[in-house]
């Protein structure tokens, strides 16, 4: 196993506001290889864009990051002045964001854009930025590179504007590109574009991604390793097979079956997950789950599950785990995740103790 | 300006009047002197009664518009809304708002479309003050019912927006769009501001009502995935027409237009195994502006399978019957899934 190009530890990131202390990050850790693809899925709140934040060093107040480590090759960023920490920022860690337009200068021409971070960084000889610039420009297929690149962001259409963002990121050939949701703002066709882009790059380039979505289709076609985190906490970590084929926490189990599949069977009913995520000011004790969690069990309700290991390379937070449930339930082994599959399993998306799914589902019902 | 075309439902079951009757209705908004937005192009369809027609499209393809056409929310250029028989675009005045009272609308944006300076109870008591239907203690009884109604605490009417999650607003806007019994509901992008795991909370809850209600809808998307799931039939529309209409059973496995074809072939699916073998259908250039759309087949631009120079660049297809309740309007459909080739 090669060594980790980042490595973060234990990492937690508060909020403080009037209202009180939002513990949007807590206790998160993880590591990315060199040229892997990790996905960090969740909903919004559940703290997927704090990390990635941190991780650059770009929480501002009243946001801080209380505890940790993220180490960098060998070094804690969170030690580094801000001096530092800028030579590090868009040379070896790129960042993509979300908006492409709220995330360039309206009255600035795109390739003088692409050029700053070049220039910037000293990494790039001065006579090559902008040749690169235009050769990256086309890299992220603009078509007629050499004439756009004159062009001022608003003559972009939202999928050139993205890809220019990728150009940008892409300029210092950085070792980690982190993409915060950067298909979202974008329609089906121009996101497939995109995110076989990346995947063409991260092959290319070997730049490591984290790609940081609420979408599990997206995070499906691109990592090989995916992060689940609900509420400020990893749920589960494990290969992007054993996260959508054999999901061991309940809130990754259910993510999957509420989410309308375009190749699934029509007529099933989408498994709601009851109520909503916790107040980060005010989270209930136990697993931060437990009252949305069908399958919880009186432990739920007073301790915290730690992270443990359920199989080789996967790991999930819970006390019950997805294996033991259907065990107890008598339904056999996960077999199907997508929504309507082993139907009768579930309770039809009601909060019961795993002896009432158990009575609900009449014992050993078979999958 | 195309023909106008007779929805395949009402050639299958000519016994059921539609409840909904679009012929040919065209929106162009003035964008300076001499030129418009040809933001809706001729646009036939029917929904029956009981029915879920989707309709899909990207950014810009005209979608909403058609929405707010057929509620009368802006006038139309040319053509007719039929609903239960009686032409709204006719009607103005009095008329038309009693005429109304049969449509309502859920819109994409809970935090938007709520007056925050209102109360949960008096925005949904709205459209029975407004048609004064209702007042004192029974108004008060409507609403509480209405809250129940939509999976929220009957006693939350003195609250306002801004105490709900995003999810619990929305459910607000569809006890509002309840409250006047109506028998069509134009559902505008209702999910996709909501979290994923909200979602389902959503569309479980409108299924739920059509049951209960025996309600029609017309559910405007992007996200083929969430239209497909609680559609009858599915229409897709492209740069202001609509270019094909099949059942959803069929969409999936059978697609008679190059474009719905390539949608489908973008769209993820959360199974990394499908996913590796995915074989995108590369759509050349952008969306063609509506201020000048392209000759002929407004597809052709970008169609992997389109005769250009040819009949595709010359002639405009219709929108026509394909196969049993299966509308396309393409030239070469008969090549769509031999010569493009994708792993769905």
Redesign the interface.
């Known amino acids: 196993m090669t060594d980790p190009i980042l490595e973060v530890r234990n990492l937690s990131t508060h909020f403080f506001t009037d209202d009180g202390e939002v513990k949007a990050v807590r206790g998160v850790s993880f590591s990315v290889s060199p040229g892997e693809t990790l996905g960090i899925v969740g ?2 709140g559940c703290g997927k864009s704090v990390t990635a934040m941190s991780v650059l060093g770009l929480v501002q107040r009243p946001g801080k990051v209380v505890g940790g480590e993220i180490m960098f090759k060998g070094r804690d960023l969170l030690k580094f002045t801000k001096e530092e920490l800028r030579n590090i920022r868009g040379r070896d860690i790129a960042m993509i964001f979300q908006d492409p337009l709220s995330s360039m200068n309206p009255v600035l021409r795109v390739g003088y854009q692409i050029d700053e971070a070049m220039y910037a960084h000293d990494k790039i000889p001065k006579d090559d930025v902008k040749p690169r610039g235009i050769d990256l420009l086309r890299q992220v297929r603009v078509s007629d590179a050499e004439r756009r690149i004159n062009d001022f962001p608003h003559q972009f ?1 939202g ?2 504007r993205q890809r220019a963002m990728i150009a940008m990121g892409l300029s210092n050939k950085p070792d980690l590109l982190i993409a915060d949701e950067p298909t979202t703002a974008l ?3 121009v ?3 995109i ?2 882009l990346l995947r063409d790059l991260n092959e290319q380039t070997g730049a490591a991604i984290i790609l940081i979505t ?8 691109l990592c090989k390793r995916v992060l689940v985190m609900y509420a400020g906490e990893i749920v589960e970590e494990g290969t ?2 054993q996260i ?2 054999r999901p061991q926490h309940p809130y990754t189990w ?3 079956r ?7 069977s ?1 007529g099933h ?6 109520g ?2 916790p107040d980060l000011i005010d989270l209930p004790q136990g697993c931060k789950f437990n009252p949305r969690c069908p399958f919880r069990v009186e432990r739920c309700f007073s301790e915290s599950p730690p992270i443990e290991q359920v199989a080789p390379a996967q790991h999930a937070a819970c006390w019950v785990t997805m294996e033991r449930a259907y065990a107890e339930m008598g339904a056999g082994t996960i077999t199907d ?2 929504p309507g599959a082993a139907s009768g399993v579930h309770p039809g998306g009601r909060t019961l103790p795993v002896a009432e799914v158990q009575a609900a589902i009449g014992g050993a019902s078979g999958d | 300006m195309t023909d106008t075309v007779v929805a395949p439902a009402a050639r299958i079951t000519p016994a059921v009047e539609p409840l909904l009757r679009v012929v040919n209705v065209v929106k162009y908004f003035g964008a300076g002197v001499g030129a418009s937005v040809k933001a809706v192009d001729g646009v036939s369809f029917d929904i029956l009664p009981g029915e879920t027609v989707g309709l899909v499209g990207e950014s810009g393809c005209g979608k909403s518009t058609l929405g707010r056409l057929i509620t009368q929310l802006i006038p139309v250029t040319s053509g007719e809304v039929y609903v239960d028989g009686v032409d709204i675009t006719k009607l103005r005045g009095e008329n038309l708002r009693q005429q109304r009272k049969q449509l309502q609308m859920i819109f994409q944006d809970p935090y938007a479309s709520l007056d925050p300076r209102m109360t949960v109870g008096d925005i949904i008591a709205e459209p029975l003050v407004n048609f004064k239907m209702i007042s004192g203690r029974a108004k008060d009884a409507r609403v509480q019912e209405l809250l129940r109604t939509v999976g929220l605490n009957p006693y939350f009417n003195n609250r306002y927006p801004h105490e709900f999650s995003g999810g619990q607003r929305q459910r607000i806007g569809i006890a509002r769009a309840l409250a006047l019994n109506p028998k069509l509901i134009i559902c505008d992008e209702p999910v996709s501001a909501l979290d994923v795991s909200i979602q389902a909370q959503i569309i479980n809850l409108l299924e739920d009502l059509q049951r209960e209600f025996a309600l029609t809808y017309l559910f405007i998307a992007h996200d083929l995935s969430v239209v497909r799931h609680i559609s009858n039939r599915v229409m897709v529309m492209y740069l202001g027409k609509i270019v094909e209409v099949a059942p959803s059973e069929d969409l999936y496995t059978s697609q008679e237009h190059p474009y719905t074809r390539a949608l489908l072939s973008s769209i993820p699916v959360p199974d990394p195994r499908i996913e590796s073998k995915r074989r995108l259908v590369e759509l050349s250039g952008e969306i063609p502006s509506p201020l000048n759309p392209p000759s002929g087949c407004r597809f052709h631009t970008r169609c992997p399978i389109a005769q250009v120079p040819g009949v595709c660049a010359d002639v405009e297809p219709p929108l026509e019957l394909k196969a049993a309740g299966h509308l396309a309007a393409c030239h070469f459909s008969d090549q769509v899934r031999t010569k493009i080739a994708v792993t769905v």
Do not use: C, K, W, Y
């Not at chain 1, 609420?214 to 995070?219: P, S």
């Open positions: 909903e919004s259409s999928g050139m329609d089906v066709t996101q497939a574009q995110l076989e609420h979408n599990l289709g997206v995070v499906a076609g992007a097979e959508f084929e259910s993510l999957l509420s989410v309308p599949r375009i190749d699934a029509r009913r989408l498994l709601s997950i009851e909503l995520p995740t997508s």
